[in-house]
């Protein structure tokens, strides 16, 4: 199995993890290591890059599931960009939507609030 | 002083022929050069030494021998056998003394005790020679046999067909002889599909090379003449030119119409296919020359319908001519008996090798090469259309495949775009828990896909090999627990795939998952 790995950029306080294409059992590595860099470099928000992603398994919404509540236990913020209607309509059934918040894309997330 | 002289003698003996070594010649001494002495079986001098007389002085023999003839012409004077254990192994051959005299009493004596000592020696040194010649003949004979395994391999298909509608399903296993035997599949005009099982008379590289070429010119032909019997005619003519003498290729042909279930074929000596229609099977018969033996043969074409729901099996006699130990063939009777109650595709194979395996005990070592093709035609319902079926192996990830395959099929039955996304977020999921939970990640253990409209649904149905556990049902997981730690983050598949199909329907047997994904196709669904 090919262990992808995924980029975090710093942009003010919010860590940025541009996502690897595939989202499954090959993604553990590099999402728990993303999450672990942004918690070492102390930022108050991760924001999780979905514009590259273009296959989101059942393992990969665990993974996304065990980061957000590492993230909650932690006190820090989790949020998402680039999701395509079909993934944005998983993170509504799986209801991660309510526990995360979901911008159309990166600079509205970076703008914070009201563009969700 | 004597003279051992450099010549010797073959001597026949224990099957194989044998030479005594030469002694070294001295620079001295006056050595005749000759060419060694055959001494036919039946040759009178052989008695002669056999006598354990000693030495024998040829001259003075009155012996109507071809060998003594032999051993004159080479100016051999003296002969003293080597005798080990009974057994004629050599002879010491002297020719004339140096001072031309006649060998003395005491000569003979020392010589007799010498031949005596040296023919244990001798006896040694062969018997390390033939066991020498023994290890490099095995050596060349599993060389042999790995190139021979090498070239089969290398011809005989490495992926199944996928037919819309058939479950295909193949098994080759070589005997420790490599026994020639090869099936193939041949795409030809209009999606027929030409359907080859053959066997190569006799074992190792010559039967392999020749399959090859069988295997060759039934590939260039096939297509281009399509009938069948045009076909092995066409086959038969080429090889008769080539095949070695003593070699000749059985081999059965057919064509099957996939659409209709038509099945024409031709048989070149071959062993007869079975069909199952319900649980009735019977043999399709043709007769006809095997390939290579004349030239000019015409090979009559027969046909014959696989219907919905029945079973092809062509076969090579590696199964149906295995014996047990005490010499009982497996035998047709019994293939035919099985194949009525056996499943379909690998099951049906699977019982065939179980039920060989039981006849034979485990102990059996394969005698000839087992080749079983199989094809069966689904039994479908009323208005089906079939679109696609095939197997994939549990290998992680594959799932992936499993889904793009069924995207591509899908394409264009009238999903909506957001009807398909889900289909194929579905699709991974219930793949990813048929390689997981029912395979339990064995590459070895196929997925079974098989893609089809009925009247306004489309179905993929998705089959492992994880029966007898029911498969639970498809909860809302408790995210809140998750998030506080309190349940692992997992188990989102079922629940996701329930969500994103129209329905979802699950059955468990005692040896297979069947999980069917339904999307319907009118607006109703589109807009869910």
């Known amino acids: 199995m090919t262990t992808e790995t995924s980029a975090v950029r710093y942009v003010g306080g919010t860590a940025v993890v541009d996502l690897p294409p595939q989202i499954d059992a090959t993604a553990e590595h590099a999402l728990n290591g993303a999450y672990a860099a942004a918690a070492e470099h102390g930022s108050k928000t991760v924001l999780l890059n979905f514009s590259g992603v273009d296959f989101l398994s059942s393992t990969g919404i665990a993974l996304v599931v065990g980061i957000l509540a590492r993230a909650r236990k932690d006190g820090r913020a989790i949020t998402a960009s680039g999701l395509n209607d079909h993934y944005r309509e998983i993170f509504e059934i799986t209801r991660l939507a309510d526990f995360m918040k979901i911008y159309a894309d990166e600079s509205m997330a970076l703008k914070g609030e009201g563009a969700g | ?528």
């Open chain 2, 1 to 528: 002083m004597m003279t051992l002289t450099r010549t010797f003698l073959r001597v026949i003996g224990r099957g194989a022929a044998t030479t005594a070594t030469p002694a070294r010649p001295q620079s001295r001494a006056r050595v005749l050069e000759s060419a060694p002495i055959d001494i036919a079986p039946n040759d009178p001098i052989l008695a002669y030494f056999h006598a354990g007389s000693g030495a024998v002085a040829i001259d003075e023999l009155q012996l109507d021998s071809p060998a003594v003839n032999a051993l004159r012409a080479a100016g051999v004077k003296l002969v003293v056998p080597l005798i080990s254990q009974g057994e004629l192994i050599g002879l010491l051959n002297l020719g004339r003394r140096l001072s031309d005299q006649e060998y003395s009493a005491d000569d003979r004596r020392l010589l007799e005790k010498l031949a005596a000592q040296a023919s244990p020696a001798v006896r040694v040194a062969q018997l390390v020679r033939e066991q020498e010649a023994e290890v490099r003949a095995r050596e060349r004979i599993n060389q042999e046999l790995r190139v021979a395994q090498l070239i089969q391999q290398q011809f005989l298909p490495k992926t199944l067909p996928d037919l819309p509608g058939w479950q295909v399903a193949a098994f080759y296993r070589a005997a420790a002889e490599v026994g020639g035997d090869f099936y193939d599949f041949i795409d030809l005009p209009d999606g027929r599909m030409g359907l080859v099982v053959g066997d190569v008379s006799g074992h190792g590289v010559p039967a392999a090379l020749v399959m090859a070429t069988t295997r060759s010119v039934l590939r260039t032909e096939a297509p281009r003449l399509v009938a069948p019997g045009a076909v092995l005619a066409r086959v038969n003519d080429f090889l008769d030119a080539d095949i070695p003498a003593n070699m000749f290729v059985t081999c059965l042909y057919a064509v099957l119409d996939p659409k209709t279930g038509t099945l024409r074929y031709a048989n070149a000596g071959h062993d007869l296919p079975f069909v199952r229609h319900g649980t009735v099977v019977e043999e399709l018969r043709a007769t006809g020359m095997p390939l290579g033996a004349m030239p000019g043969m015409v090979y009559v074409e027969k046909e014959a319908t696989i219907g919905p729901g029945d079973v092809l099996l062509l076969h090579s006699d590696g199964l149906a001519e295995a014996h047990d130990q005490r010499r009982a063939m497996f035998g047709f009777g019994r293939m035919r008996t099985l194949m009525g109650g056996l499943g379909i595709g690998q099951d049906l194979i699977d019982g065939l090798l179980d039920a060989l395996t039981g006849f034979t005990g485990p102990a059996w070592e394969q005698e000839d090469d087992i080749t079983l093709v199989t094809l069966a035609r689904s039994a479908g319902v009323a208005g089906e259309h079939v679109l696609l079926e095939f197997r994939e192996s549990s290998a992680p990830g594959n799932e992936r495949k499993i889904m793009q395959r069924v995207a591509d099929v899908v394409s264009d039955v009238g999903l909506q775009p957001k009807q398909l996304e889900r289909l194929k977020t579905a699709v991974s999921e219930a793949a990813m828990n048929a390689i997981e939970h029912g395979n339990h990640g064995d590459p070895d253990l196929p997925v079974h896909v098989r893609v089809a409209v009925t009247d306004g649904e489309l179905v993929v149905r998705i089959v492992d090999n994880g029966g007898g556990k029911e498969i639970p049902e498809a909860e809302t997981p408790d995210l809140e627990a998750k998030l506080a730690g309190l349940q692992k983050p997992r188990g989102w598949g079922l629940f996701l795939i329930k969500n994103m199909v129209d329905e979802l329907r699950t059955h468990t047997t005692e040896t297979h998952h069947i999980v069917e994904l339904i999307m319907r196709l009118d607006e109703k669904g589109a807009d869910r």
